[in-house]
């Protein structure tokens, strides 16, 4: 289903999702001046400098590219957020998006009328049991601690990514209990999630970006294509 295409070939429509990678390693001149105030100010927040960065690119180039599907100008798209934080555009409810980061590395899903969730993940240290016990369901817990020690990384930024890839698309974010459903700890490409709070099915597909990152995207099983647009050079969108 998953399938790479060229930037330049992206259409949209009802039953189809572009999945948009790109770099946030260099920032790029009007980045900045891309930025809503609001934005401006949730950037300046951070003390690093590299978090600083990361967030400007991210959301500079999600504004770049919603311009092209929208035919308008990045500046004059209006972010507004759900009762769960989930944002959306201001006066646009046909466009569906859904932004996530990590490291130098951002994905941003687009779709139509369907919402969508996505997220990526680097693996780092972290007390896996611990934050398991906090997040994952019974039975995702009780297989991940018969993982074998090499592959406690892979499995543990799986089951995270496809976690938070679900409740973004259900829109309630944290709000919705992560012990309540089970995923897959394993990547797998088509995989049906049953989302009890609001009685419905979604589609998890979850693969690998980079070496070593996880990622994980949740949508309508009503779609029927996903294509992949890999931006190594921002100032190409420009």
């Known amino acids: 289903m998953l399938k790479k295409i060229d ?10 999702l572009d999945i948009w990678q790109f770099p ?7 980045a900045s001046s891309l930025l809503s105030a609001d934005e401006s100010t949730r950037a300046n927040r ?4 590299r978090h600083r960065r990361r967030f400007t690119i991210a959301r500079a180039t999600c504004r770049l590219i919603l311009a092209r599907y929208l035919n308008t100008t990045p500046n004059d798209i209006t972010f507004d957020y759900s009762k769960h934080g989930k944002p959306y555009i201001k006066g646009i409810h046909d466009i569906q998006f859904n932004l996530s980061h990590s490291g130098e590395l951002a994905l941003l899903a687009i779709g139509k009328k369907h919402p969508v969730g996505i997220d ?3 693996f780092s240290g972290r007390p896996y049991e611990g934050i398991g016990k906090q997040l994952f369901s019974a ?5 991940f601690k018969k ?11 799986n089951i995270w990514a496809q976690k938070e890839a679900f409740i ?3 829109g309630l974010g944290l709000a919705y209990p992560t012990k309540e459903f089970d995923v897959p700890i394993y990547p797998t490409t088509n995989q049906i999630i049953f989302d009890k709070l609001h009685n419905k099915n979604w589609q998890m597909l979850s693969f690998m970006p980079e070496v070593a990152c996880s990622a994980a995207i949740c949508f309508d099983p009503l779609i029927e294509e996903l294509t992949y647009l890999n931006i190594k050079d921002i100032g190409s969108i420009i």
């Open 120 to 122: 990526l993940e680097f």
């Open 147 to 157: 993982v074998e020690p090499r592959l406690k990384s892979l499995v543990f930024f």
């Open 24 to 30: 946030l390693n260099s920032e790029f001149s009007s």
């Open 168 to 170: 973004k698309a259900s």
């Open 7 to 16: 930037y330049s070939d992206y259409i949209i429509h009802d039953l189809k």
């Open 46 to 49: 951070f003390h690093f400098d």
């Open 139 to 143: 039975k995702e817990l009780n297989d």
